[in-house]
Every structure is written in C-alpha cells, then in structure tokens.
C-alpha cells in the first residue's frame, strides 16, 4: 500500500534554532517529491521538489534531502523566524500515470515561540 | 503571490442546502483540483479536470459535483449539504515542471471552509 508517513506529528521550538521534520515512503514506483508549507486557513505553497536522482535541494533556510535507496527524506529549517509557524506537508508522486498521482502525508505542526 | 482564487471563503449552512464553491485561475493552467481536507488529517483528492469538458472523480467518493466549462473556471456543487460535508476544500492548478515527468506542480486557492449545521 503506497503511504506517506511523516514525524513528528508537532514539533515546538524557539526562534532562531534548527530542526529537521521527517517524511517516509511506501509509494512505487518513485517520480517525485514534494514538500509544502501550508500557513492555518490557507492553502499549501510548494517549497521543493525533488526527483530520484536529487539528493539535497534548497530553498532560503529551507534544506530538503531524499534518500531514494530508504524512502526518506527530511526538511530542515535554519535558524527559524515566528513566520515558519505551519504545518509542512511532504507529498510523493509516483509514475503510474501521465498526471502523476499524488500521495499526501497527515504533516507536521511547527510552532515557533519567540 | 498565487493566481488562484476561491469562494466563499468562509460558509456556514444549514442541512439540505444547495452550495457552490467558486474556483477561478489565471495561470491557464489545463489540469485542476479540488481537495478536501480535514484537521490533521490528508488531502484527499475529490475531482479533477484535464481541461475544458473534462472531470473526473479522484480517490475520496464525495456526493459533490464539478464542472469545467472555461478553462479558468472549476466550480465544486453540492445539491444538498449535510454535516458530514462540514470540512475545508481546497482547489488547485497545475503545469509541468519543465521536462520532470509526472511533476506537476500544484498551485492552491487559499480553501473554502464549509460548516453545516
């Protein structure tokens, strides 16, 4: 059965530190992979997108890796500002279709405190 | 900033209503979305919609009906609300990420929250 799990399921920190958020996959066969930050009462936004041969892929303060060999892959954020406050959503395609089905994790609840 | 834009916003109901949620892009993007949501929970694809006259149903069964009739315009109706519909639905565009296949990366509205009574 083709899933995404992600951990932790929330995560609290202060403002200024690092953490990485955590995305493993069932989902074959492998196309891509997505993460998305998705602010409360809006819709998500795309932050990376990475494919098999990708290994690390940034964005600002935003560092995706993907270990396609384990299925994982994790986002790091770099010294976090109040703003990163969300929920971070990793989602995998996979290529039994030309739309490329989309497989979304449950996400993980950042908040930072200042 | 995204092109995509959906409303209401924000809809409280009553059971056995007749409710249309409005989606409209301006990318010209062919293929669209809707999602439904819950807290804490998955997107769950509902439609979608290759391009004009074109909609399928996704893999969550919803009683929800939508049409494609301009490119920029994917409406989501529900003929008759019931407090099950109560969640957020979420609609979204999408384009080729260049020559990556199967990347198409998803633009979303900002959601439409339904709350039935």
């Known amino acids: 059965k083709n899933q995404v799990e992600q951990s932790p399921q929330s995560l609290i920190i202060l403002e200024g530190k690092n953490c990485t958020l955590q995305c493993n996959y069932t989902v074959s066969p492998f196309s891509n992979l997505r993460w998305y930050k998705q602010d409360t009462g809006r819709g998500p936004v795309s932050l990376t997108i990475m494919t098999f041969s990708e290994n690390t892929k940034s964005n600002g303060r935003y560092t995706a890796t993907l270990d396609a060999d384990t299925k994982q892959s994790s986002l790091h954020i770099t010294a976090s500002q109040l703003s990163d406050s969300a929920s971070y959503i990793c989602?995998?395609?996979?290529?039994?279709?030309?739309?490329?089905?989309?497989?979304f994790g449950r996400g993980t609840q950042l908040t930072v405190w200042p | 900033e995204a092109d995509i834009y959906q409303t209401p916003r924000y809809l409280v109901i009553g059971t056995g209503k007749k409710i249309t949620l409005e989606c409209s892009q301006t990318?010209?993007?062919?293929?669209m979305y809707w999602y439904q949501q819950d807290p804490g929970m998955e997107l769950h694809l509902i439609h979608y919609?290759?391009?004009?006259?074109?909609?399928e149903k996704g893999d969550l069964s919803s009683e929800s009906t939508v049409s494609r009739i301009r490119t920029e315009h994917f409406p989501l109706t529900l003929e008759s609300a019931r407090p099950s519909h109560t969640s957020q639905y979420l609609c979204?565009?999408?384009?080729?990420?260049?020559?990556?296949?199967?990347?198409?990366?998803?633009?979303f509205g900002a959601g439409s929250r339904l709350t039935v009574l």
């Open positions: 919609s290759y391009g004009v006259n074109s909609t």
């Open positions: 990318m010209g993007h062919d293929k």
């Open positions: 989602v995998v395609s996979d290529r039994g279709s030309t739309l490329g089905r989309l497989y």
């Open positions: 979204a565009s999408s384009t080729p990420q260049g020559t990556i296949s199967g990347a198409n990366v998803l633009t």
